[in-house]
C-alpha cells in the first residue's frame, strides 16, 4: 500500500497575524512495502507531515491519497477515516503518553475494542501482539507506569500492531534506548516490513537511516529538498541540510581523501564498507 502525496501544504493559525506556514507544496510517493525515513532538522515539517497521513489533521491545501482513502482540507470528502486508521497508524516520539489503561495487556486490547471486539478475544490478540514485540508474558498483568523506556516504547508499538494495519509510522523509535532496546526496536522493523507492511520513520539518527531505510525524504523549511536512497543522500553535502553524517560515511570519505578510490554508493554498514576497501584493492 503506496501513499501518493499531492501539492501539500498546512498552515498553523491560518489567516492570523501568527500563521506558521510549516509545509509548502510538498509533493512525493511513499513506496509500498519500503522502509521510508523521513528526516530534518527541528522544525522542518516531519511531525506535520506524518499527522497528515492520517487525518490526525487535515491538510491547507493539497491531498494524500492512501489507496482509496483520500484525504483533503475539505472535512465532507474526507470519509472513512476510521477506517483509515485501521491501515495506517502512528506511534509517536513519547510512548507513555499513548499508555492510559491500568494493565499492559488491557492498554494493548483497548483499540480492537473500540472496533467492538469482545474483550476475551481482544485480550488474546494483544497477548500475541506483545509477544511479536518481546515483552514477556510477566508484564501482560502489570501497569504500564512500572514499565522503562524501551518497554513503553515496545507496548505502544504492539497497541498498534494489535490493529494489523498496512503502514506504520514510527516518530523516533529509538529516541532514549540504550544499544540493546535499539537492537531490539530496528530487528522488529525488519521483521515487520518483511512480513509486506510498510514501515515511516522519523528520526533524526542517521546512523539508524543508514543502517535501516530504502528510501529517505529529506524536510527542510517545509519542503521536501532531496528523495532517494540513503547512500546517495550522504554523497552530498549533508551539513547544509542540518543533517548529521554517520561515523561510517565520515570514515569512508577519509578514506577516499587518503587516495582510496571506494564507491560510498555501495556502503551501508561496517561489512560493505570493508567488502568495498577489499574490491579496490584487489
Known amino acids: 500500500m503506496s501513499i501518493k502525496i499531492s501539492r501539500l501544504s ?10 506558521v506556514h510549516a509545509l509548502h507544496d510538498v509533493s512525493c510517493e511513499i513506496k509500498g512495502k519500503s522502509i521510508t525515513a523521513i528526516v530534518g532538522h527541528t522544525g522542518s515539517g516531519k511531525s506535520t507531515l506524518i499527522q497528515t497521513l492520517n487525518a490526525l489533521i487535515l491538510p491547507s ?17 474526507n470519509k472513512q477515516i476510521k477506517e483509515l486508521r485501521k491501515h495506517i497508524a502512528v506511534v509517536f516520539q513519547f510512548p507513555e503518553y499513548q499508555l492510559f489503561e491500568e494493565t499492559i495487556e488491557k492498554d494493548v486490547a483497548f483499540g480492537l475494542k473500540n472496533y467492538g471486539m469482545k474483550e476475551p478475544e481482544a485480550i488474546e490478540e494483544a ?3 506483545l509477544s511479536m514485540v518481546g515483552i514477556d508474558e510477566s508484564f501482560y498483568k502489570r501497569s504500564p507506569l512500572e514499565l522503562s523506556g524501551g518497554e513503553k516504547r515496545r507496548v505502544a508499538i504492539a497497541g498498534i500492531l494489535v490493529l ?11 529516541a532514549g534506548l540504550d544499544p540493546e532496546g535499539m537492537n531490539m526496536v530496528m530487528d522488529l522493523i525488519h521483521t515487520l516490513n518483511e512480513q509486506g507492511k510498510t514501515i515511516i520513520i522519523v528520526s533524526h ?6 543502517n535501516i531505510a530504502t528510501d529517505v525524504i529529506v524536510l527542510n523549511d ?4 532531496y528523495q532517494g536512497n540513503p547512500q546517495s543522500l550522504f554523497e552530498l553535502d549533508a551539513k547544509e541540510l542540518s543533517l548529521e553524517i554517520p561515523q ?3 570514515f569512508a570519505k577519509e578514506l577516499i581523501k587518503k587516495g582510496l578510490n571506494i564507491n560510498i554508493s ?3 554498514d561496517i561489512p560493505s564498507l570493508f567488502k568495498e576497501i577489499e574490491r579496490v584493492r584487489k
Do not use: Q
Open 61 to 77: 491545501s493539497g491531498e494524500v491519497v492512501v489507496d482509496d482513502f483520500v484525504i483533503t482540507s475539505k472535512k465532507k470528502k
Open 205 to 210: 539518527d542517521m546512523e539508524l537511516v543508514l
Open 222 to 225: 517545509g519542503k521536501i529538498v
Open 164 to 174: 494489523n494495519p498496512d503502514i506504520l509510522v514510527l516518530d523516533e523509535p529509538t
Open 248 to 250: 561510517l560515511y565520515l
Open 127 to 129: 497477548h500475541k501482539a
Open 10 to 19: 498546512f498552515d498553523y493559525l491560518p489567516k492570523t497575524n501568527n500563521t
Open 266 to 268: 555501495n556502503i551501508r
